[in-house]
């Protein structure tokens, strides 16, 4: 699963930053139409593609062609920037040739999505939340860091999932911890609870990655 994920050293402090989004804004009394739900595929997906690999140190590794790397930039790129209330990210499948955009069901944002795919195959799942909004629960959660810290709550990462689902928060305690950000933040705050230990500080941030690859959901 991927997050763009906040690591806390033992005393909760931040040690690495998630970057923000531009959200888009609809002209006021004009609701953007709502989109396909439950899931689609691209043109592209009707064709049958053999996987690339290149060979590295005698063992061939899978890796993502060059076409479906650019639909994916051009997703990602626009997603973030012109359909920020739609978009919640994205992962590549490189055995089956192939790409997962979850978002938010709109209209717009599913024309924009068939034309940056161009030939390529690109799966479209509903999620429940735009990476907007978690970035935005992420960013309120981490702000509040010290103060978890402080109270004796352990917090060791919180990340917003890549899948819409919601902001993980990583804690060697999560009853506790649902206990006091639950009452603190709400029970529709979007925040999914899972158990994990203290992280090691990182010395420096680690370098980007490109666009994650995961098995995908549902076939």
Do not use: K
């Amino acid at each position: 699963m991927r997050l763009d994920q906040l690591r806390t050293g033992p005393l909760g402090r931040l040690l690495l930053t998630a970057v923000l989004v531009t959200s888009a804004c609809e002209p006021a009394g004009q609701p953007e139409p709502v989109g396909l739900t439950g899931g689609w595929a691209t043109a592209g997906c009707e064709l049958a593609r053999r996987p690339e690999t290149v060979t590295v140190g005698g063992r061939a590794m899978l890796v993502t062609p060059p076409a479906l790397a650019a639909a994916m930039a051009r997703i990602e790129e626009g997603g973030r920037a012109d359909f920020a209330d739609s978009y919640a990210g994205l992962e590549v499948n490189q055995e089956h040739v192939r790409a997962v955009v979850y978002r938010v069901p709109s209209a717009a944002f599913d024309d924009f999505i068939r034309r940056a795919a161009e030939d390529t195959c690109v799966l479209v799942r509903d999620a429940a939340h735009a990476r907007a909004e978690l970035v935005g629960w992420q960013e309120r959660v981490a702000a509040d860091l010290d103060a978890w810290a402080g109270a004796g709550v352990p917090i060791a990462t919180v990340g917003a999932r890549h899948d819409g689902a919601g902001v993980e928060v990583g804690t060697p305690d999560v009853s506790r911890t649902r206990r006091a950000l639950t009452a603190r933040y709400g029970r529709t705050a979007p925040l999914i609870f899972v158990e994990q230990g203290a992280v090691t500080p990182l010395s420096a941030p680690p370098p980007p990655d490109g666009p994650p690859t995961a098995p995908q959901p549902g076939g």
